[in-house]
């Protein structure tokens, strides 16, 4: 974050002073992806420099006179100072911060919230999905009642009263988003399970005595996939959506962590201001990737089609 540099336009370039921290933390691997390094290295933007007596004196980018140099303190000489010419390609924004890692950065956070979505989605719809379509009755009615229930409430604010109930959070918008994307897997499944169970190798199988689980996960499921498959990737699509939808709301992951949603949020004044680029390029981010899983759940359903 260097606010001296905010504001600025894709391609812009400055010098930059980088100075290693002096500070360890130990970090698991899964921290460090999500969270980064709670100790970075320090960056000084700067306009210009030079040594003397073997030491370093740079004038600030924020220095209105090109004479105003001073010298570099509280550093070991003994490893010279890094000095690049870093470029920013998308920019800079409102705290100086480069939009190209942010947008890499909010990646991260998209794609994870659809795989845990659509696993949570997976497992507790195929669980009473499966239950309600093999055993039917009372059983049946009941799931389909609870299912019905859950699904005449409206996502949106399904996520926002689980994501109020769990807390603001990392891991709480991601069950919160998991949590609401079943219903469509159970129903899936249900009607695929009736029609399945009625097919003579089920009945064989019955009547060589193997168990219900048995019967359900080794000869049900495996031959159901294709719907399953088609499903998951609207699924993956669609959690992207409500993630950014609840980041732009300000109920969804929280700063530090970047979000794409919470980046359209942040920079949505700047429309007006003369900067569209830093709420336009998260925005057609969540597009492109969004209509990629939804092409993908397309041609899946295409290819596995038995009447094409």
Known sequence: MHLNIHSKQPGFEVLMIELPSKMTAKQTKFNRFFFGNKYPDKQIPIQSYYYKNKKLFFNGYESENGDNFQELVGFDYSSAPRIIMKKYYLGTDKFGRDVLSRIILGSRISFFIGFVAVFISLTIGMTLGSIAG??????????????????????????????????????QVFIAVGLTMWVEVARVVRGEVLKIKELQYITAAKTLGFNDFRIISKHIIPNIVAPIIVISAANFAAAILIESGLSFLGIGAQPPICTWGGMVKSNFNDIILGRPHLALIPGICIMMLVMSFMFIGNAVRDVMDVRN
Request: no cysteine.
């Open 134 to 171: 093999y055993y039917g009755g009372k059983i049946d009615l009941i799931i389909m009642w609870f299912i019905n229930v859950t699904w005449s409430i409206p996502t949106l604010l399904l996520v926002i009263a689980i994501t109020l109930a769990l807390g603001k959070g990392f891991w």
